[in-house]
């Protein structure tokens, strides 16, 4: 179930952040180094908390209920 998910959720992140009103992607770098700045990645340990909560719990106590909503909707989330 995490390795099913990992792969969605791969296959639907962007490449680069992108504007939330228009979609258009951006360069955006950091101003203090140059850095190009990534939009946030989950890592796959964050897919096998979800998984594991699902299996073995009733629920997971998130501050993340957006990403864990998508990626796994049929945990309850406290």
Do not use: N
């Not at 992108?18 to 258009?24: K, L, M, R, S």
């Not at 990534?38 to 796959?44: E, K, S, T």
């Amino acid at each position: 179930m995490a390795g099913r998910a990992w792969t969605d959720y791969v296959r639907r992140r962007p490449a680069r952040p992108a504007c939330p009103q228009c979609g258009i992607a951006q360069d955006v770098r950091c101003s203090s180094c140059d850095a190009s700045i990534q939009p946030r990645q989950h890592v796959l340990s964050d897919f096998v908390i979800g998984a594991h909560a699902l299996v073995q719990a009733d629920r997971l106590l998130t501050r993340d209920r957006g990403y864990y909503a998508t990626y796994v909707p049929e945990l309850k989330l406290g």
